[in-house]
């Protein structure tokens, strides 16, 4: 978001409850809009939960202490059917309302526990759907682009990109499991990528883990 | 349904709850699962009503009484933003979940209201994307494959082939703008497309409306 800002974008912030264990994420979600300017944030309620098939929103464990070396290998149970396919969906719907047409997504393809939904031939083949299902793409003068900026940093380079924006990083949350449902575990794959990334950029992360290491 | 049935498939079948003006179909559509033996009926809520930017789902007006010839011409106002996308981005989800390859959708391009997402060339970059986004389609040792069986039929051939297959169209509903929320309007494109199909077809419609023409 701090980048589309820089790139002279007004934003409107779509955010999803989805039933995940971590949606403290949505109230970071908001502060984060209101600390960058956002027009507007939207909470869209998606029934993921209700399909099932992923321990973001099932019963089943999230996995801890995995080997870096192991991320990005296999695409973990974390994984949640289809999410970024819906997410992009309904943000094409209110870029369509809203007159829009630039979208941004945080994917990550570098850092990142191999999800086939955050790899650039997957956003490059959703951004031609849009434009040939929706009313805006078809009869526009222009047309969609999903903007990925994120896409080939390293979570270094995310880190160290956001401090240069000036990105107020103890409002963001990237737990997947957060104890008491709200502080970082530090052991799921998304604490281990996170704390990598701060690590190797240099600079203290300031969100507190429940567990250090 | 039918046509899946058919053809050996088992059926899981999926409606969605987004604030449609139409919300009897989803009765409709369960009775129908019902009648012709799907394993599950899933209704999932998503949030279009809360996009907006359709006669579907907001406060203007449904048009009414347009002449045939105009239907298909250009996309009105009853285009529901990127619908389509959002559907089978979800049937995609639950059918990775399932285990399932085969989706079937009932987009028809000839008889129908030019709206962009019924379209074969949608279908195909829609269908692309998810086996790009979806561990199944990265993984899998086959591919997501979305069936049209309706798309290059008229209204009077999907008649002709429900009638032959025993299809009960009493249970179905078609009508954008029922009249106390149920009753067929007679006069909205889905109702004038359903009648033409009808008539062309030579099979009384069994569904009763609420005006005659």
Known sequence: MAIA????FEIYSLSFHYGQ???VELDAARNIAKALGA???LVLRVDLDRIGGSALTEGFE???DRPLGELGQDIPVTYVPARNTVFLALAVGWAEVLGSWDLFIGVN?????????CRPEFIRAFERSANLGTRAGVQGQAS???HTPLIRMSKAEIIRTGMALGVDFSLTHSCYDPVD???ACGRCDSCLLRKKGFAEAGFPDPVSYSVHG
């Open 39 to 41: 027009r507007r944030h």
């Open 144 to 146: 969609f682009r999903i």
């Open 109 to 117: 393809a570098l850092d990142y526990s191999g999800y086939p939904d």
């Open 21 to 23: 264990r971590h949606s």
């Open 181 to 183: 449902g709200r502080r």
């Open 62 to 64: 999230v996995p801890k």
């Open 5 to 8: 800002v820089r790139d002279g």
